[in-house]
């Protein structure tokens, strides 16, 4: 997705009131200016991004051009006694018109202080993506991360539930923060609430069908999750729910019958925004995933539409995942 990744990053840092300045950015880059330390910072965001590949130290970002991406090499500071190695790739071979390893050899040579290619202190990164971005890496995501809950992990599964990076990133771009609580009230399979864990927050799951209550205790016995769980229709969960929670994440039934115990996906909508609203802190976010476009206006008369992120699954599903604040 274009923006996701992106918002996601933000919205870490948002929800534990880390400010940043944005100093450049592409379609694959980000480049911030944080006031934290690296290690904090690490520990913090490897922990919940979702969507993010790397984490670099930036040295500086400029044209994709061989002169100028070398022009630049007195902006990386090797300190005295450290050897650095360069390593470049460009994302979906874009800028073929010069040479990669060209440009690392003149660039190599323009940075002061010694290489050592097999043993590096310091790896220097140079991203083609529309521009150049270098930087030194720091942090390097494992992708098989999220596979360790997935469907196939799962004592209990129907196919019903979102890839766990997705709710991740749902998770995310709702702010939650450490030790606030998330409500759930569509939880299925408790793919959301296994996510949301990963955040620190105390966790409400509930859901109409019975089974899936029982399923999503057993997943959460399975990974050792603590939470809150109950069966309730989407209208009684106030009743059940006796503070504004911090957040909702869910993912809205997509209306054949069987997925809505035969109530009219319209008027069940209705009564899900209305208990979102009910539910909700003042100023929290409701995430929520939908399967058709012209629903998105029923959660606005209950709530101000902050950004829809379409996600394509696959030719004729595409998901409609809505941020929405309380006003
Ligand atoms: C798309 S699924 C949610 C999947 C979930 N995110 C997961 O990871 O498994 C929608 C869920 O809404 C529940 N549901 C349908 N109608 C409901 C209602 N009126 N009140 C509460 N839950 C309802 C269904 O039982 C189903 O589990």
Redesign the pocket.
């Known amino acids: 997705h274009p923006e996701m990744p992106r918002d996601e990053v933000l919205a870490c840092l948002e929800a534990r009131s880390i400010s940043y300045k944005i100093l450049d950015e592409d379609d694959k880059m980000l480049a911030l200016e944080i006031e934290i330390g690296e290690g904090e910072l690490v520990s913090y965001l490897s922990r919940r991004l979702s969507m993010t590949f790397f984490i670099d130290e930036f040295y500086y970002s400029c044209e994709a051009a061989k002169d100028v991406i070398v022009g630049n090499a007195p902006k990386i500071q090797i300190p005295t006694g450290k050897k650095f190695r360069i390593t470049a790739y460009r994302t979906r071979s874009r800028h073929k018109h010069f040479s990669l390893t060209q440009t690392v050899n003149e660039l190599g040579a323009a940075i002061k202080g010694a290489a050592n290619l097999s043993k590096p202190d310091i790896d220097v990164v140079l991203a083609l993506t529309n521009k150049a971005f270098v930087g030194r890496r720091i942090y390097e995501f494992i992708r098989g991360d999220f596979d360790a809950r997935g469907m196939d992990k799962r004592p209990f599964s129907?196919p019903?539930?979102?890839h766990p990076r997705i709710?991740m990133a749902m998770v995310n771009l709702s702010r939650i923060g450490e030790g606030q609580t998330l409500l759930?009230?569509?939880?299925?399979?408790?793919?959301?609430l296994m996510e949301a864990h990963r955040a620190g927050a105390k966790l409400i799951g509930?859901?109409?069908?019975p089974r899936?209550i029982e399923g999503t205790a057993r997943n959460l016995r399975h990974f050792k999750i603590g939470a809150t769980v109950f069966q309730?229709?989407?209208a009684d969960v106030p009743e059940h729910v006796a503070a504004p929670v911090d957040a909702i994440v869910?993912?809205?039934?997509?209306g054949r019958a069987s997925?809505?115990?035969k109530?009219e996906i319209l008027a069940?909508y209705d009564k899900a925004f209305a208990t979102f609203a009910k539910t909700l802190k003042s100023g929290g976010r409701a995430v929520v995933g939908m399967s058709e476009e012209d629903r998105i206006k029923i959660g606005e008369k209950y709530l101000k539409l902050e950004k829809v992120y379409p996600v394509r699954v696959h030719k004729s599903l595409t998901r409609y995942f809505c941020v929405y604040v309380k006003g």
């Open positions: 129907v019903i539930s979102l709710a759930d009230p569509f939880c299925g399979t408790g793919g959301i509930s859901d109409i069908d899936m309730s229709d989407i869910t993912d809205l039934p997509y997925s809505t115990h109530q069940l």
